[in-house]
């Protein structure tokens, strides 16, 4: 990925300050002075290592879905939840609205997320020109991070497993681990995810 120098402004997404770009170095981050938000970061071979990340977490995703994640016992009786039985737990009475939205925020739209930047980042990284609607799947990629909420459901288990860990004994499945190792690498991936990086690949190369 070529970063040469480019004239032109940059807008803080934040608080919309107004800068002269200077393209940093590898490494090196541009920081809005205003409210510190990070405008640019660009790192060596970010693109490959953000794929890498999104396979991990799709292949991640989809275990923890069937896999044990939690497994309860209490007086001889014994219950195994799924990730899929959470959420198709209200699947047969009116709140199946709430198993539609459980499913979205928590499976759905992180693997979305992941599948986006195969799409948009996938072919930078083989050298190619950007696939068709590489920039409005990015801009979807962006639209969707607030609605991602895997690591919320993570945190939601843990809280209520403090609390029926008291009635029952609590054994932790695989897949609570899988999602957990999940939240960390989405935390990695959209650390190393410079944005600016990404519209000035993909301008560059259509
Ligand atoms: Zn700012």
Same mark, same amino acid.
């Given at each position: 990925?070529?970063?040469?120098q ?8 934040h ?11 590898f490494g ?8 510190r938000?990070?405008?640019?970061a ?12 999104s ?26 939840t799924?990730?899929?039985d959470a ?9 199946f ?9 928590i499976v ?10 195969l799409? $948009? *980042? #996938?072919?930078? !990284? +083989?050298?190619?020109?950007? %696939?068709?609607? @590489?920039?409005k ?8 991070k607030?609605w ?5 459901? $993570? *945190? #939601?288990?843990? !809280? +209520?497993?403090?609390?029926? %860990?008291?009635l @029952? ?9 899988m ?12 650390n ?15």
């Open positions: 990925m070529s970063h040469s480019q004239s032109g402004y940059i807008v803080c997404p608080c919309d300050a107004l800068y002269v770009q200077h393209t940093p170095e090196e981050r541009a920081v809005c002075t205003r409210c938000t990070v405008l640019i660009p790192r060596r071979n970010a693109f490959i290592r953000i794929l890498a990340l396979v991990t977490n799709l292949i991640l995703v989809i275990a923890a879905l069937f896999l044990p994640f939690l497994q309860i016992s209490r007086a001889g009786f014994h219950n195994e799924s990730v899929m959420v198709l737990a209200f699947s047969d009475g009116p709140l609205v709430l198993s539609l939205a459980v499913g979205a925020l759905l739209v992180p693997m979305m997320r992941m599948l986006l930047t799409y $948009v *980042l #996938g072919p930078m !990284v +083989a050298g190619r020109a950007p %696939a068709r609607g @590489a920039a799947a990015f801009r979807l990629f962006e639209a969707l607030p991602s909420m895997a690591e919320i459901f $993570v *945190l #939601g288990c843990g !809280v +209520a497993l403090v609390k029926v %860990a008291a @029952a004994q609590v054994h932790l499945g695989s897949a609570f681990w999602m957990g190792v999940l939240v960390i690498v989405v935390l990695l991936q959209d190393m995810m410079c944005r600016w990086s990404v519209w000035n690949a993909l301008e560059k190369r259509s």
